[in-house]
C-alpha cells in the first residue's frame, strides 16, 4: 500500500513537471478563481463593517419627565432588559449630560445658546438610549408598546419610537440588502469558479487520455490510474493558495490606506491579520477541494468510456 502510495506521488509529480504549460496555465485559472473568492471575504468584512456603522446609528431614546429620580431610571433599565432578550445597549443620560452633550454640539450657535440663557433652569430631560441585536423596527415596536404599558409608564414623558421609525425601517433594509446581495454574489461566483476551474483541469487531463487508456489496458486499478491526477489536483490547489496568500496579503496593505481614507475605521490589512486563518482555510481548502474533485470527476468519465 505504502509502495503504490508513493508510485503514485511520483508519477503525479512527473506528470506535473512534464506537462508544466498546462500545469502553469491551471495554477494560473486556479490563482484567479480563489482570488475571485478572496474578494468575497473582504466584501463580506466591508459588508459587516457597514452594516454595524448603520446600525450604530439607529436607536430609540425613552425621555422621563422632569421630577423622575435618577434611582427609578435605572430600575426601568434593569426591567428593560430583563423584558427584552433583543436589547443590546442601553445607555442612561441625566439631564446634566443631555445639557452638556447639547452645549457641545450647539455651543456656536448664538441663537439656540441665548435660548438656554433665557430658559434659566436645565429644560432637557434625562433619558435611556436604546439598541436593539438586529436593529429591526418590529424589535424597536415591541419596546416602546411594552414600555407604554408597565408600571413604569407613569415616569416616561415620551418615546421617539413614531418619529424615528421611518429611519429605522430604511436602515434596517439597507443592511438587509446588503447581507442578501453579498450571499447571491457569492453564490453566483463561487458556481462560476468552480466551473472554469472545472473545464481548466478537464482540458489538462485531456491530454492524457492516451496514457489513461493504456493503464487502463495492461490492468491498472481505477485507484492506481486516478491517484496521480487527484494528487496533481491537490498539487495545482497548494500551489495557487501559497500564491493568492501572499499576494491577498500584500494587496490588503497597498489598498489600506486608500479604503481606510474612505471608510475610516476600516483597515483591509488589519482585517487580514485578524481574520488570516479565515483566508487560509477557505483558499487552501478551496484550492484542494476543487483541484482534486475536478481531476477525480474527469478521470472517472474516461475510465467509464
Known sequence: MVT????????????????????IATIFVLVV????ITSLIFFHGL??????????KIDITVYFKTETPEQKIL?????????????????YV??????????????????LSKALQEVGDNPLLASLNITTTDGDPLQY????????????????????????KDTIEKVYSINKN?????????????????????????????KSKEEIITMRVVGASDWFI??????????????????CFIVSAFMAFVISSRIDFILPGFNTFSYFLTNWWIFVLIQLGFGIAVGAFSSYIVVRKHLKN
Open 178 to 206: 446588503i447581507n442578501i446581495f453579498g450571499l447571491l454574489l457569492g453564490i453566483i461566483l463561487v458556481l462560476v469558479a468552480i466551473l472554469v476551474v472545472f473545464n481548466t483541469i478537464k482540458l489538462a487531463i485531456e
Open 4 to 23: 503504490n502510495l508513493k508510485r503514485v506521488i511520483k508519477f503525479a509529480i512527473n506528470d506535473f513537471n512534464r506537462n508544466k504549460g498546462i500545469s
Open 94 to 111: 441625566s439631564r446634566e449630560q443631555a445639557l452638556a452633550i447639547f452645549t457641545e454640539k450647539h455651543g456656536d450657535n448664538p441663537v
Open 33 to 36: 478563481t480563489i482570488m475571485l
Open 75 to 91: 430600575e426601568v433599565k434593569e426591567e428593560i432588559v430583563k423584558m427584552s432578550p433583543n436589547i443590546k445597549t442601553i445607555e
Open 47 to 56: 459588508a459587516t463593517y457597514l452594516t454595524a456603522q448603520l446600525h450604530n
Open 226 to 243: 486516478k491517484g496521480p491526477f487527484i494528487i496533481q489536483g491537490m498539487l495545482y490547489g497548494v500551489i495557487a493558495f501559497l500564491i
Open 141 to 164: 415596536e415591541e419596546i416602546s408598546n411594552t414600555l407604554q404599558n408597565t408600571t413604569f409608564a407613569e415616569l416616561i414623558s415620551h418615546i421617539d419610537f413614531l418619529k424615528r
